[in-house]
């Protein structure tokens, strides 16, 4: 009798050991750092074949009269080759949080070696900032 007791005691033990024993508490968030990319940017590629095909050679920003935010993006394709983008604007207040502002995906088509210029208005005056964000066409 003493023996299965000292047995289901030590199973219990092992148990808790190995599966760690949460004891309450906040966590840290994990990776802030590292995918804040958006964050800081104002240009953003947002997979690998956007990046190897499409760059941003220059953007123009100004303010209407009406105070809403309107952005030029000049966007080049790398490529000699014909390639197909989708692209939209995330238009930020001034501590860099949306503003609920964002523009859908357009299809963007650019020719060989091509640069085309893409404009974003945003429809209200919060917009302080924003992130243009290109992703390959699917």
Request: net charge positive; with cysteine.
């Amino acid at each position: 009798m003493n023996r299965i007791v000292l047995l289901i005691t030590g199973a219990i033990f092992i148990a808790v050991v190995f599966t760690g024993c949460h004891m309450g508490g906040a966590y840290a968030p994990k990776n802030t750092e590292k995918y804040a990319l958006e964050n800081e940017s104002k240009f953003v590629l947002l997979d690998k074949g956007a990046q190897r095909s499409v760059t941003c050679s220059g953007l123009q920003e100004r303010v209407l009269p009406d105070g809403r935010l309107e952005v030029t993006a000049n966007v080049r394709n790398r490529e000699n080759r014909r390639i197909e983008v989708q692209i939209n604007c995330v238009f930020k207040d001034a501590q860099g949080f949306p503003t609920g502002d964002e523009t859908p995906f357009s299809t963007l088509i650019l020719t060989e070696n091509a640069q085309e210029g893409v404009k974003f208005v945003s429809m209200n005056d919060k917009a302080r900032g924003y992130t243009i964000r290109v992703r390959q066409a699917r």
